[in-house]
């Protein structure tokens, strides 16, 4: 992309921030989200929420800080989302800007299809946790990696350490993103190691002391929160390749999702007949090893969690792509991921076929047939869903969560609607209580809402959940 186009550059930007911001603006939000909002409600101040968060959950608390404060310029939480898509759409457009707008034009479309058009950060970084809050930092530490020669030696470190600092906040698993950042670095800097070591240490200790209050809450609090349990190696290891193939915005037997693995699949071939070539370059390295780090220390039980390495990824697989000497090869793999992110891209705006059962629940069809059945607002919403419990509580309808309280009793008086989704976070005991308590009612109307084409590939990948339903959402409506 030549620098005066500027039409073109001016689109370019355009296209981002309209898809991320729209989707943004027309999220439901998905189940995690809500548990912030719980705990931002249970606060008023914002030393109250640091030391509340400190001493209950196992993230760190720079996803809240920032919605206690986005929330409190917007006083909305669509404007929030949208705010923070933005952010991200900007953060993706100007990492693609100033690192592939010299590339030859096939390498510079691929790239900004990867890095400004994915889908999987389309989902994931469109909301209210924190890796719409990471993303930026990866960016940054993208821009980073590619000056990493730079001679202004006191400015690149300083910029290195104040990212580190400020990812260590929002996420503990950019641990792994600064030991092998800085190990990648270090090595591609060998040659100026000599006249760095001052700045380095002096740097070190700084960060050390701006993220000690973090870092004892991490040891002592956050940890053993997380109640990590040994995985089988090959979780993670499916997670990594699902999350490099096809992302984890499209069900990988969709079209889409075949789209991408096919073209995942050519450059990752070319990968390996120019490895050497290709891990010449400091991104490139972070990657990979970020990757294998990932994998064997099983940090990543899940597709999402490889998402704050997508910058790099872009970068990876761009690169690779420019070792590809045949025209007619590289055509089809652009053509391959065009086709299966603007499908993904699909999916992900209209909630349909992702790989998040939360995401794609239809809410919107849920809530008309409760409040059109009950225009009163005399029933009461049962649900294990904190999405529709949240939604229907805004509506001013009475709603329990059952995960975190008791099922009404028999003798309730008026409408009951009892919500059936994906269980997700509901353990299986609780799961079977609530459905015998709906079998022991008689249901005067049962709806069923969204139905997946794909839940019995999803019942046989994921053993946690056998009892993956069919539809998305069943609404027994129950007269006690």
Known sequence: MRKHNVPLILISLAVPLILFSFTAWNSYGWDDEFFNLEQLAKCQSLSQLITYINSIDLHPVGQYVMNYVL????????????????????????????????????SCILSYVLLCLNPSMLLWCTGLRWYTYIMPLACGLGLVMHNVNSRRRVTFWACYFVLCVLMFHVAYCSIIMILVSFLCILYTRREYLRDEVKIILSFAVISSLLISYQAYAFITVHYPNGKFKLVSMIMPFMSAGQNFLCG??????????????????????????????????????????????NIILKTGVGARYYSVFNPQQGDFMTDTYSFIKNRIIRIIVLCLCAAGTILGIISVITHTDTAKASWNTPYESIIEYITSSDPKKESLTVTSNPVLCWHMKELGYNAIDINSHELPEDKSEGIIFAVKTFRGTLNQKRNDEYISYIENHDAREHKRFGYDKYADFKRRIDKAYPDYPDYYAEVFMIIP
Do not use: E
């Open 71 to 106: 929330y409190g310029i917007f006083g909305n939480w669509h404007a929030v989302r949208t705010a923070g898509a933005l952010i991200i759409a900007l953060s993706l457009w100007l990492y693609w800007y100033m690192t592939r707008r010299q590339s030859d034009n096939l």
């Open 248 to 293: 984890s915005a499209v069900v990988p037997v969709s079209i889409s999702g075949m789209l991408l693995i096919l073209a995942g699949l050519i450059l990752f071939i070319a990968f390996i007949l120019n490895i050497k070539s290709v891990m010449k370059t400091c991104t490139s390295k972070y990657f990979v090893f970020s990757y294998i780090a």
